[in-house]
Nanobody, 118 residues
Framework: QVELLESGGGTVQAGDSLTLSCVAS????????LNWFRQAPGKERQFVSA????????YYADSVKGRFFISKDKGANTVYLQMTNLKPEDSAIYFC???????????WGQGTQVTVSS
């Protein structure tokens, strides 16, 4: 069973950058997709970005395209979400999720809080 642990959240000002990390314990297979989601208070969980474990295909929500960049380190079993030019509307709890599909989560981390002040 793969467990996921996110880190890197914090409180920043608009325009700042943050990089989130998601470390997976247990083996990841080429069929796996690592997704990032976020959920703001009172709102539904929203897909942010994803990367296939087998190759470098990346996917982004329109709201973060050009500002966020997803990457992975296979040796460290870690996926990163580099967030730049952060906006107050990016404030949310960010979750890492493993699946075999884009925009889906079958196992989830506990989340890391990102707060962007204007």
């Amino acid at each position: 069973q793969v467990e996921l642990l996110e880190s890197g959240g914090g409180t920043v000002q608009a325009g700042d950058s943050l990089t989130l990390s998601c470390v997976a314990s247990g083996r990841l297979y080429s069929s796996h997709v690592l997704n990032w989601f976020r959920q703001a208070p009172g709102k539904e969980r929203q897909f942010v970005s994803a990367i296939r474990w087998s190759d470098d295909r990346r996917y982004y929500a329109d709201s973060v395209k050009g500002r966020f960049f997803i990457s992975k380190d296979k040796g460290a079993n870690t996926v990163y979400l580099q967030m730049t030019n952060l906006k107050p509307e990016d404030s949310a709890i960010y979750f890492c999720a493993r699946s075999i599909n884009i925009g889906e989560g079958r196992s989830w981390g506990q989340g890391t809080q990102v707060t962007v002040s204007s």
